[in-house]
């Protein structure tokens, strides 16, 4: 079993295996890994999956719960003429760029049923580090970006939703919604970790250590 099959199957699936008559959006199909994990569920809980990619991914499976778009993932006005008016699990598992995960979570999260779920892939840039063994420059610099983005929007829609971080491989970002309260815009975080206080701590904790 793959690191990513084994990611889903403990942090993931278990999370949304009790919901009855799921609706799920999943942006990203590639190979269906995830699509045919989330058709199980459906199968079981008699749900509906709508998957989304720019690949022509129709062959991945033939279920009678599954319908296959074939799109960029932002092209909001024709995914939401072809899904449900309202969804309980959204899946992001396609452009891993920061900019792009935020445009999504802003397109999407009206959508998203109270107490529902928006999965994100790839949120730990630690295996892609230059001494680790996946050693990969855009997806460290592109995941870090993107956790850092996840940090910033918790911040400014603290007390709307729940956050947490798995980083089991390359990472998964668990978001609950807490409230039907529209999102606050997005702000950077700002800390004070480069301010003039900060680097008298510094060189103070540096003199008193020597």
Not at 5 to 19: G, M, T, V, W
Not at 24 to 37: A, F, H
Not at 168 to 190: E, H, T
């Amino acid at each position: 079993m793959s690191e990513y099959s084994l990611k889903l199957d403990k942090f993931l699936i278990p999370l949304i295996a009790n919901l009855t008559n799921p609706v799920i959006l999943e942006l990203g199909v590639e190979n269906g890994i995830s699509t045919k994990k989330f058709l199980e569920l459906c199968k079981i809980n008699e749900g509906k999956l709508y998957s989304v990619d720019i690949v022509d991914c129709s062959k991945v499976s033939e279920d009678k719960n599954w319908k296959f778009i074939k799109t960029s993932d932002d092209n909001f006005d024709f995914i939401k003429s072809e899904i449900p008016e309202k969804i309980d699990v959204l899946y992001i598992d396609s452009l891993h760029e920061a900019k792009h995960v935020k445009k999504l979570l802003y397109g999407y999260y009206h959508l998203i049923k109270k107490s529902g779920f928006i999965f994100i892939d790839d949120i730990s840039h630690l295996p892609y580090l230059k001494n680790k063994n996946r050693n990969n420059f855009y997806c460290e610099i592109n995941n870090k970006e993107t956790y850092d983005m996840l940090l910033s929007f918790y911040n400014e829609n603290y007390g709307k939703i729940f956050l947490n971080f798995n980083f089991f491989s390359s990472g998964l970002a668990v978001i609950q919604k807490n409230s039907n309260d529209p999102l606050s815009n997005y702000n950077k975080i700002k800390t004070r970790e480069f301010s003039l206080k900060n680097l008298f701590r510094k060189l103070f904790s540096k003199i008193k250590g020597s």
